[in-house]
């Protein structure tokens, strides 16, 4: 209301101002009665030695054609700006060309209209006649975001549900099949309300009030209590995540606990019969070394390939490379077997000369250099050909060879 009435002054007042441009706009100076203003008009105006006037003056045509678009210009909005206050109109019934001012806000609430893919409003009306119950349909909505009502058998629900996924913001489509919202660039999924039931999103999905204006057509607006939600859920999980943590500190600490007992109530037999085991397995693991030392383990030997089977015969365990001594690449593989054969000396690491070893090369397939023919039991398990196994090919270091002889099993790797 004090909007149209600002509106209406603001009119009038150019109404007048047009009328005085009119009325003044390319006059030529006129014959002055004052003497005072006689003597400012010939400090200004140019005259001739007779007294003649030799400014500029515009023909009678030129200023009449002037002063009309003067008036134009100024009339036709201050017309148009009060036609709207006198007489309400029949565009809607209600309003008249005074709707050309924005209007504040679009309804109670901060309520704004939704708009359909054309982004013309949507009367609850011609949204009842075109859905069914359970039906969602994507509307702009707040900001511009698209959000989705939602019918029920005689209108719509009083919630909207924006379809921006809350993990990286693309817009989710509704899968009726699956009652659910699915989001297709990373699964997040949502149900039937936007509550979010599976990750990667982190929140379910924003909601609004909906509601429908005086016109009929239906709006959306913000949904506070959403957020206030959404905090109290996530203080929730930070409170059931220490639980979980004290719980498990708990447990643990009672195995402690149950430990130090059974070894506090040990009895001196029972002392002497863990002495007598650890001893056992300490002499099994000496004799085990040192029969394992005699036929070759923790050292890294070069063989002929008629002693191959000999040596896969012997040892539970073998990594045979085979090397050429002209290849830098073979040097590589060297340095490295060289470095794990001490630590390994449960597994037999041998080289044989390829070049010298047609009939076993050609026999175990090898056509590039280094190879590592990896041998369990007596039998050939797995070759690595050249570094392809490795991320940093010919670069790995001796810890990436360790640890893809331990993924094929070869060697035991620590905890
Ligand atoms: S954007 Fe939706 S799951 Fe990643």
């Not at 809607?92 to 309520?111: C, M, T, Y």
């Not at 511009?144 to 996924?165: E, M, Q, R, V």
């Amino acid at each position: 209301m004090v909007r149209d009435s600002r509106a209406a002054a603001f009119a009038a007042l150019a109404l007048v101002a047009g009328v005085w441009a009119a009325s003044t706009a390319f006059v030529a100076p006129g014959p002055r009665a004052s003497p005072l203003a006689g003597r400012v008009q010939s400090a200004v105006v140019l005259q001739s030695g007779s007294g003649e006037y030799t400014g500029f003056v515009p023909d009678m045509q030129r200023r009449v054609l002037m002063n009309l678009i003067v008036v134009a210009v100024c009339a036709v909005p201050a017309l148009v700006v009060l036609g709207g206050q006198v007489c309400p109109t029949p565009l809607n019934g209600k309003r008249g060309p005074a709707d050309f001012f924005p209007k504040l806000g679009g309804g109670g609430g901060g309520a704004s209209p939704v708009g359909d893919i054309n982004g013309a409003a949507v009367p609850l009306k011609k949204w009842v006649a075109g859905h069914k119950d359970n039906d969602r349909e994507l509307v702009q909505g707040l900001k511009g975001d698209a959000y989705y009502l939602i019918s029920t058998p005689d209108g719509i629900k009083d919630f909207a549900i924006n379809a921006t996924c809350t993990h990286l913001g693309c817009v989710v489509p509704w899968v009726r099949s699956a009652n659910k919202f699915c989001c297709p660039c990373h699964g997040s999924q949502y149900d039937e309300n936007g509550k979010v039931v599976r990750g990667p999103a982190p929140l379910s999905l924003a909601l609004a009030h909906t509601s429908v204006l005086e016109d009929g057509n239906i709006a959306v607006s913000p949904w506070p209590e959403q957020k206030a939600m959404e905090e109290g859920q996530q203080k929730n999980v930070a409170d059931a995540l220490a639980e979980v943590v004290v719980a498990a500190a708990a447990e643990r600490e009672a195995d402690l606990d149950a430990e130090i007992a059974r070894l506090d109530n040990l009895k001196e037999d029972d002392l002497e019969e863990l002495r007598r085991k650890r001893l056992e397995q300490m002499k099994k693991s000496h004799f085990d070394r040192r029969s394992k030392l005699a036929v070759g383990h923790g050292e890294y030997t070069l063989i002929d390939e008629k002693d191959f089977f000999t040596v896969a015969k012997q040892s539970e365990y073998i990594v045979c490379h085979f090397w050429r001594p002209s290849t830098w690449r073979c040097e590589v593989m060297d340095k490295h077997l060289r470095q794990l054969c001490q630590k390994h000396w449960g597994t037999r690491f041998v080289k044989v000369d390829a070049e010298k070893s047609q009939f076993l090369s050609e026999r175990l397939h090898i056509w590039c250099l280094p190879s590592l023919v990896l041998c369990k039991q007596g039998k050939t398990d797995h070759t690595i050909v050249g570094f392809s196994e490795f991320q940093r090919g010919d670069e790995a270091t001796t810890e990436d060879v360790e640890q893809l002889l331990g993924k094929w099993g070869v060697i035991a790797l620590e905890d």
